[in-house]
């Protein structure tokens, strides 16, 4: 039977990761393949693997949800379905063996390893069913994480969620706010997670909860300043905020960025002492400017 050289390797991608960013195993397994497809919205991935030569077959999401798990795997594999649901292909392979009634070889022969790059998303709505359908055809499918995501990476999707409930077809509510309508509220969740921290929760996991929940609704006051910021006339977002933020932190802590290592760790006193004078001396260059 062909399905018993079929192997399949599905590789989620993240859609906060730069196209074509995949760890070393992965793309081992991408040049690995005898046939790749490709399911991810994001054209730089066709861009990228066509950097390296190679030509995927596409397939988009409308058309991977549209197909049933048997039709899915046939593409994913090169080929159509046999008679029997297993994977074969055509002139000759109708039973899902390329020699079956064959006297010569059938035009698309099996191929022993077929990789898909598809988005995460999409694979976890499809991956069950195509895994099942895979072991009752007899085909190896496995998954291969190879598109790790960095701290901070549910940061980015907050941020496009946020674009979104700003754009031209998001939120109204959203959408009418300037810096000044939503001032009240970053106090308001900055007392409320004062208020988490001073007062915690008994049960550990609800206090933990419930922190989390605070964090995040003083995080959507920064992240919304931040795409505010990006409509006015001297343009400026969240990053670059968070640049400025790792900017002075690495100014006002010599004792960790510029020390000689030879040299002991400073006092607590003398670091906040030296923060202190740097941050003056800041200060005192801004007035000036």
Not at 73 to 85: D, F, K, N, V, Y
């Amino acid at each position: 039977m062909v399905s018993k050289f079929a192997r399949l390797l599905v590789l989620p991608t993240s859609d906060v990761n730069a196209p074509g960013l995949l760890t070393g195993r992965g793309w081992g397994t991408v040049y690995a393949a005898d046939y790749l497809t490709l399911s991810v919205a994001h054209p730089g991935w066709a861009a990228a693997l066509r950097e390296v030569t190679l030509e995927p077959a596409v397939l988009s999401d409308a058309e991977v949800t549209g197909l049933t798990p048997s039709a899915l795997l046939a593409q994913l594999l090169g080929g159509s379905l046999g008679s029997e649901g297993s994977p074969g292909w055509p002139d000759g392979g109708e039973t899902g063996d390329p020699t079956d009634g064959a006297s010569e070889p059938p035009t698309l022969t099996p191929h022993q390893l077929a990789v898909w790059l598809v988005d995460g998303d999409l694979v976890h709505e499809v991956w069950p069913a195509l895994a099942a359908e895979a072991k009752r055809a007899g085909v190896d499918a496995d998954l291969v994480f190879a598109s790790p995501e960095l701290p901070g990476a549910q940061v980015t999707r907050v941020m496009r969620t946020i674009d979104l409930l700003r754009g031209p077809r998001g939120c109204p509510w959203v959408r009418q706010q300037t810096h000044e309508s939503v001032l009240e509220f970053v106090v308001e969740e900055a007392e409320e997670v004062t208020e988490a921290y001073q007062h915690p929760l008994p049960d550990p996991q609800a206090q933990r909860d419930h922190v989390v929940q605070e964090l995040g609704d003083l995080l959507f006051q920064v992240l919304l300043h931040g795409r505010l910021g990006a409509e006015e006339q001297l343009a400026y977002t969240v990053d670059d905020a968070a640049n400025a933020l790792n900017s002075k932190l690495i100014r006002r802590n010599p004792h960790i960025f510029k020390r000689d290592p030879a040299e002991p760790m400073p006092s607590i006193d003398e670091i906040v002492r030296v923060w202190n004078e740097i941050k003056a001396a800041e200060k005192a260059a801004a007035r000036e400017a």
